[in-house]
């Protein structure tokens, strides 16, 4: 070999041994290259990793309930307990007051929330408000240099756009997922009590809860909320509250700490084949009116049995009772519904004022004489089921034997009761009645006679 061709030789095994810095263009044909990191560097940090923790009581047997008993063998009143912990996703929607959009299911009966920041921050946060039937709650944190998500209109999504979920998966840390919209207006799945969802396959796993689905331009057009696993993994289909629909929730729980939804009083039922066919529909959108009760907001606007609803405020009934249901919760006492309805072949609009609902009360002494002086009524949705005593006259003989306003009656002469119509069913006034009540915590028997 000659000298040149030497050289030539260790120049070229120089180059094919030497590691390779060879990094991807940033441009091709003078076009840069597609990417999402500039949208995601203004966004990540507006979604927050939420961790909670809560004491939860461990199950003794019922007579470690019973104060006698306790009293009798010398048990301690202390109660055993075990801290259960678990982690979702949030996205800051108002930095100026802290105000953190998340899901109910990932915040209830916490006793501590914990939001980490993109940032390494951590912060107590404060429960404001929450609505288990929509899954939607709102929780606080110091408004110190947040960075918030712009929110666009969820009305204008189509099938097909592209979109970005962003959430804690398994307590990974912040992730990024991406995928279209792949259908709108889901309901009826049963995964909550109000559906309306997005559905898209940009992967959601446990821990996306409450985090953010963005549009391409970064801004907040959905809630995170479920996934469809068979399998208990991602198989691309996931569910998104709407922004409009989590914002006008979240407004409520910020000024009243509840939703006050209100009452139409109508009982729809979906149309099927017989039903378009025995009313000679020409759609098959909307669901027909099988019962108005007496004196409702529904009655008062003219609303008939056989009524077919088509619309409500603008909006076309395409998923029948579940979708009027939807509507209907959304609204609060004292708002307007503009309701088309077919009566017959001909198309009319009915306005009703959404009414306060009737909450079923009964006085105790229509139950056992014992229970005179006492309003009983239904026990709230996040709460055991039961019978509540909602009100108690302090001179009354319940008061005098323990009972108190709060008290929840969850059985009575030893049957499980979960409303007025079973405690009415199980008790005797003839004889003393035996009850078991939680208070906080604690359970107690309590006899009445």
Request: aromatic content about 4%; overall charge neutral.
């Amino acid at each position: 070999m000659t000298k040149h061709k030497y050289i030539l030789a260790l120049a070229l095994i120089g180059l094919i041994g030497s590691p390779a810095h060879a990094t991807l263009p940033l441009q091709v044909e003078g076009a840069p290259l597609p990417s999402l990191a500039p949208m995601l560097e203004n966004s990540m940090p507006a979604v927050v990793n939420i961790s909670t923790s809560t004491n939860v009581r461990i199950q003794e047997n019922p007579l470690m309930n019973d104060p006698i008993f306790r009293r009798f063998f010398n048990v301690p009143n202390n109660q055993r307990q075990q801290q259960r912990n678990s982690l979702g996703s949030g996205v800051i929607i108002n930095k100026e007051e802290g105000y953190v959009l998340t899901n109910n299911h990932v915040i209830d009966k916490a006793d501590k929330i914990t939001i980490t920041l993109s940032d390494g921050r951590q912060l107590n946060a404060k429960l404001i408000g929450a609505d288990p039937e929509a899954d939607v709650a709102v929780v606080q944190i110091p408004a110190d240099h947040l960075t918030e998500l712009k929110v666009a209109d969820s009305n204008q999504l189509k099938v097909g756009d592209f979109v970005v979920a962003i959430g804690n998966p398994f307590g990974l840390g912040q992730t990024v997922t991406s995928g279209i919209v792949s259908a709108l207006g889901r309901s009826g799945l049963g995964i909550e009590g109000l559906e309306d969802f997005i559905q898209t396959d940009a992967s959601i796993n446990p821990g996306n809860s409450g985090g953010a689905l963005v549009n391409l331009r970064g801004e907040f057009v959905g809630m995170n909320t479920a996934i469809l696993a068979p399998s208990g993994g991602n198989v691309g289909i996931g569910f998104a509250i709407p922004s409009n629909m989590a914002l006008r929730i979240m407004d409520s729980l910020i000024q009243h700490g509840e939703v006050r939804r209100g009452l139409l009083g109508v009982t729809t039922q979906d149309l099927t084949p017989e039903l378009i066919k025995a009313f000679s529909l020409k759609s098959q959108h909307g669901a027909v009116v099988s019962r108005v009760e007496t004196g409702s907001p529904a009655e008062k606007a003219g609303m008939e049995p056989g009524d077919v609803i088509v619309a409500i405020n603008g909006d076309e009934i395409k998923n029948g009772s579940s979708q009027i249901r939807t509507l209907i919760g959304l609204l609060q006492i004292g708002d307007t519904a503009n309701i088309d309805i077919l009566r017959g072949e001909e198309r009319k609009s009915l306005q009703a004022v959404i009414g306060k609902p009737k909450r079923p009360e009964l006085a105790g002494d229509k139950i056992h004489p014992a229970l005179a002086g006492a309003l009983l009524g239904p026990t709230p949705k996040d709460q055991v089921e039961g019978v509540l005593i909602e009100k108690l006259d302090p001179k009354s003989p319940a008061w005098k034997t323990g009972l108190r306003p709060g008290d929840i009656i969850v059985s009575a002469n030893r049957y499980r009761i979960k409303n007025l119509d079973e405690f009415k069913q199980v008790s005797n006034p003839q004889a003393p009645l035996l009850i078991n009540l939680q208070r906080g915590g604690d359970g107690y028997f309590v006899v009445l006679k």
